[in-house]
């Protein structure tokens, strides 16, 4: 075993890996563990290492106490100034509000007192446009009566003497300029 080749006046690593797995490391401020350390090398009674560690924990207590009583004044300070913030968010919000609902008002105020002359324009409309209406039903009843095979028949005579040229061209002319109808 290696703790029996350990040489005189040295530490044993296997004796301080053992006691290392028997304590527990605690984060405490240089003040107590300096107490602390005093008093387990001189051997004192459990009473007086109590006593100390009693007088730590209120130490911590009444440090945790205050810091505890700071964040809540802190917390409290924030909550004042949201609850400030959100009231001046509904103010705004209201005034806004009240705004739109006046704007809305009066407009609505205004088209209600215009309806009647905006109703009469609209009713004289309608009255210049039903005869427009009646007239251009009858055109159209009358373009689909009109008969358009003798319009087809001029259209293509049409065409065909625009693609007359030369001789036939100029007797095409001599004709229509001669034989008129009466």
Same mark, same amino acid.
């Given at each position: 075993?290696?703790?029996?080749?350990?040489?005189?006046?040295?530490?044993?690593?296997?004796?301080?890996?053992? #006691?290392?797995?028997? !304590?527990?490391?605690?984060? %405490?401020?240089?003040? *107590? /563990?300096?107490? @602390?350390?005093? +008093? &387990?090398?001189?051997?004192?009674?459990?009473?007086?290492?109590?006593?100390?560690?009693? #007088?730590?924990?209120? !130490?911590?207590?009444?440090? %945790?106490?205050?810091? *505890? /009583?700071?964040? @809540?004044?802190? +917390? &409290?300070?924030?909550?004042?100034?949201?609850?400030?913030?959100?009231?001046?968010?509904?103010?705004?919000?209201? !005034?806004?509000?009240?705004?739109?609902?006046?704007?809305?008002?009066?407009?609505?105020?205004?088209? &209600?007192?215009?309806?009647?002359?905006?109703?009469?324009?609209?009713?004289?409309?309608?009255?210049?446009?039903?005869?427009?209406?009646?007239?251009?039903?009858?055109?159209?009843?009358?373009?689909?009566?009109?008969?358009?095979?003798?319009?087809?028949?001029?259209?293509?005579?049409?065409?065909?003497?625009?693609?007359?040229?030369?001789?036939?061209?100029?007797?095409?002319?001599?004709?229509?300029?001669?034989?008129?109808?009466?």
């Amino acid at each position: 075993m290696v703790s029996e080749t350990v040489p005189p006046g040295e530490a044993d690593p296997l004796k301080e890996d053992k #006691e290392m797995k028997e !304590k527990e490391i605690v984060w %405490v401020d240089k003040e *107590f /563990a300096e107490r @602390l350390k005093k +008093l &387990e090398s001189e051997e004192s009674t459990r009473e007086q290492q109590d006593r100390v560690f009693d #007088e730590y924990l209120a !130490k911590i207590s009444d440090y %945790v106490k205050r810091d *505890f /009583a700071a964040s @809540l004044e802190g +917390l &409290e300070e924030d909550a004042a100034i949201f609850t400030g913030l959100m009231l001046k968010v509904k103010q705004v919000f209201e !005034k806004a509000k009240d705004e739109q609902l006046t704007a809305s008002y009066a407009l609505w105020e205004k088209f &209600e007192e215009e309806k009647p002359s905006i109703s009469k324009k609209i009713a004289g409309l309608a009255e210049t446009l039903n005869p427009l209406i009646d007239q251009l039903t009858t055109v159209n009843s009358l373009l689909d009566k009109l008969n358009t095979y003798n319009i087809d028949r001029v259209v293509e005579s049409v065409s065909l003497l625009n693609g007359l040229y030369g001789g036939g061209k100029d007797m095409m002319e001599f004709l229509i300029t001669n034989f008129k109808a009466k």
